[in-house]
């Protein structure tokens, strides 16, 4: 009998204007306000999904470049989703829910805090997906951004800070007996006085203890370092990985070395790699959608060089489609990273076009050339997933209602039938329920 998987919603384009550029728009949502996100948010919840992650990036980029970011909706705007957080927890009884927040932006005791409120508020289904992009350093009164490391560095402490003001109330601190009218004992309190490299405060938090722990701790990094910062710290890493099982065994692996290495065991981090399934009715539909793909149209290139003007801050749009694509338009501080993987393995003799449509390619589940395929196929991939030792997989998409129903409408069933997909939650929260098998 194959283990069953934990599953995660991640909302790519953070707290922004969704359904932006395609046809489902119609359908009238205001991305403003919070129905869009609630009646997505408790589909998942009847699915038996673990968590909704939400992406976020606080900052339009540099000044230069701010129209290409917000041209097409891909950069901005976007609203804070730890506020949103609050609307999704009215709205469902068990998802777990996950804002994006960066140690940049806020300060532990404020931090702290706000988190302490959310995981009471919510029955302990709060999580935050710590991230250490560094780019926005100059809204929070930072001249120099930090370097890659040392922003790790600083969340590291960020978070051991933060938890420590989570931990101000030792067992009994909390009474709250009516009879004795005694509701704590202040000796029973830790007063925490932090001194550390970038961070100075004291505390305790004003705060009570959480019945259902502390709110979860989720991260991104793929680096080194980030998967470091994942063993040491995270209660869930978000993967991406190639999908054959080398590669797998070997990213959990790695997780899981760091895990040890600080005292952990390897079960204390649930890992769910990320898919963006494109699932269709039948084996002919997905064929011919992989046919298609191979020559697609001006307008699929000028969508691709939209979303790729927005990521590398560069204005491929107004460029030509059949001359070759001279790296020089890119300024020196867009990322080599994903320079290369714009262009991939082509030469500089290459065009426009050949790079972009190498982007609108794609290929069958069936035979792990890419994410086209059936509900069937896709249940096929996660179980083979799940039988190398995969906890999880984390479907990456916008989170409107159109997108959610074409994605898991048939898709449920089919997980559940084979065992794959919950059927039920336990009580506890988010923490209780990653723990639940
Ligand atoms: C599933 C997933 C979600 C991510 N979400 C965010 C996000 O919301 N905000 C952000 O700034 N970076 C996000 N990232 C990027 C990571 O924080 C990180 O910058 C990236 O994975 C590179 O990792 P590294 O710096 O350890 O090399 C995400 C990455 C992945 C794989």
Known sequence: MTRPQHFGWFLARGFGPHGWGHDYLDWGYDWTRPDLYQQSARTLEQAGFDLLVIEDAPSLGSAETIDLRVRHAFGGPKHDPLLLAPYLFAATAHLGVVPTVNPAASLPYTAARQFATLQHLSAGRFGLNVVTDTGSARHFGTAEPLGHDAAYDRAEEWLGAVRSLWRSWDDGALIADPVSGRYADGTRMQPVSHRGEYYAFDGPLNAIPFPAGEPVIVSPGGSGRGLGFAGANSDVQLAISPLDEASIRSYRARIHDAAVARGRRPSDVTILFALQPVLVDSPEEADRIVAASRTPDDAALRRIAQRQSSDLETDLTALDLDAPLDVSVFAD?????????????????????????????????????????????????????????????????????????????????????????????????????????
């Open 333 to 437: 501080h867009v990322s080599h990273g994903s320079i290369r993987r714009l262009i991939g393995d082509h030469d500089e003799t290459a065009s426009l076009r050949t790079i972009l449509a190498a982007h609108a390619r794609a290929g069958r589940l069936r035979d792990g050339s890419g994410m086209v395929g059936t509900a069937d196929e896709f249940a096929d991939l996660i179980e083979e997933l799940a039988s190398w030792g995969n906890d999880g997989v984390l479907l990456w998409g916008d989170l409107h209602p159109v997108t959610v129903h074409r994605t898991l409408d048939r898709l449920v069933p089919i997980l559940r039938r084979r065992g794959l997909l919950r059927d039920g939650y336990v009580d506890g929260g988010l923490r209780a329920n990653l723990a639940a098998f």
